[in-house]
């Protein structure tokens, strides 16, 4: 089994940075599709960033596009999500999952198809 664990949320103001990151634990898909989504109250999940473990691909949500990168470590099991000129719409849960299979363009946003979740991070930016 595969185990994820987020870290990095907080408050800030609008405009500022915060750097998200995720430990993975156990078992992990050597060649899969890593993806980052948030959540905020009363809307549904959303894809975020996906970046493919077994290369360099990755992929953005255009909300997100010149403002978030998304990069990994596996030699330490790691997965990051750097977020500068954050705006109050970021403001959500976010959570970082594993996929059993490449990224794709559909694949990587696809909430449904990720086996594994970690608990999520708060992130609140303030105007």
């Known amino acids: 089994q595969v185990q994820l664990a987020e870290s990095g949320g907080g408050s800030v103001q609008a405009g500022g940075s915060l750097r998200l990151s995720c430990a993975a634990s156990g078992w992990i898909y050597s060649s899969g599709c890593m993806g980052w989504f948030r959540q905020a109250p009363g809307k549904e999940r959303e894809g975020v960033a996906g970046?493919?473990?077994?290369?360099?691909?990755?992929y953005l949500a255009d909300s997100v596009k010149g403002r978030f990168t998304i990069s990994q470590d596996n030699t330490k099991n790691l997965l990051f999500l750097q977020m500068n000129s954050l705006k109050p719409e970021d403001t959500a849960m976010y959570y970082c999952?594993?996929?059993?299979?490449?990224?794709?363009?559909?694949?990587?946003?696809?909430?449904?198809?990720?086996?594994?979740w970690g608990q999520g991070t708060q992130v609140t930016v303030s105007s």
């Open positions: 999952a594993a996929l059993d299979r490449a990224c794709s363009i559909v694949l990587w946003r696809s909430a449904s198809h990720y086996k594994n």
């Open positions: 970046i493919y473990r077994g290369g360099s691909a990755t």
